[in-house]
């Protein structure tokens, strides 16, 4: 039997690797995998939906089956967009930013970092852009590798120690400059944050108030001292901090009694 979980990976890969699970269930073994990409859910002989939402809403058992019935499946939420009765919301034409003359722009030119040729790309800035290319074809290299360190030398943005230990994108390149090549029009980006798969802590009780420093901003609320009560210069205060059910973070001071009396 084999577990495995395939939610991350592009995917040319995910395709011949559903070639060979395929190949361990012609010789008799079970392949069990965690996915929701289309061609693998397509390619399942069995298929097992839980939900019907996350969190709270989800836990409950909303199919098992084969896959024909699965296609029919009325409970089911996904099934109607994988047998084509339902489509996903997608932009219209009429709907699309345009690009223009006009259009500000971010310029590489003269990348050759890793396998690129003296590329120089022109990436238009206020919409969104797709970097597309078969695995390998050096899409991460122009932005994550060449993009984001040269913004990162332009803007001379100055990331904390910490961060730019748990964010691979935000180091300082060790690259000769000329592998990078140069960036005009950087002058029209404000910041740049780069957003990754990676955990945003090092450790798993990290949450979102982590990252966006709120922890900084009650340490200095907590060091400020208590105002002094009449017999004492100062006044010991401690402050708990605890999560509601709505995941509300409170505080609660506790002053020395003897001065003055504060919760």
């Not at 939402?53 to 409950?60: D, I, L």
């Not at 990754?196 to 709120?214: D, L």
Request: hydrophobic residues 35%.
């Amino acid at each position: 039997m084999y577990l495995m979980s395939l939610q991350q990976g592009c995917t040319n890969r995910k395709t011949i690797l559903l070639g060979k699970l395929k190949s361990l269930t012609a010789s008799g073994n079970t392949v069990i995998a965690v996915e929701h990409d289309t061609n693998v859910m397509l390619g399942a002989d069995y298929i097992v939906e839980l939900g019907p939402a996350a969190g709270k809403q989800g836990g409950h058992l909303i199919f098992q089956g084969n896959l024909e019935d699965y296609l029919r499946s009325e409970s089911s939420g996904i099934s109607p967009y994988l047998s084509g009765k339902k489509l996903l919301p997608y932009k219209k034409p009429e709907q699309r930013r345009t690009v223009s003359e006009q259009t500000p722009t971010l310029t590489i030119r003269n990348a050759n970092l890793h396998n690129l040729k003296d590329v120089t790309a022109t990436i238009p800035l206020g919409v969104m852009v797709g970097i597309a290319g078969v695995s390998g074809s050096g899409k991460s290299t122009l932005i994550s590798d060449t993009l984001v360190p040269l913004l990162k030398h332009y803007l001379n943005t100055e990331q904390d120690e910490e961060l730019e230990e748990e964010d691979e994108l935000l180091y300082k390149p060790s690259s000769a400059p000329h592998e990078l090549g140069t960036l005009e029009g950087w002058q029209s980006i404000e910041k740049c944050v780069v957003v990754t798969q990676e955990p945003i802590g090092r450790f798993k009780m990290s949450m979102p108030i982590t990252y966006v420093g709120i922890w900084d901003k009650i340490r200095m609320n907590a060091a400020k001292p208590a105002k002094p009560g009449p017999k004492t210069d100062y006044v010991q205060k401690e402050i708990f901090y605890t999560w509601n059910q709505m995941n509300i973070l409170t505080m609660e001071w506790a002053i020395d009694p003897e001065t003055e009396t504060n919760k």
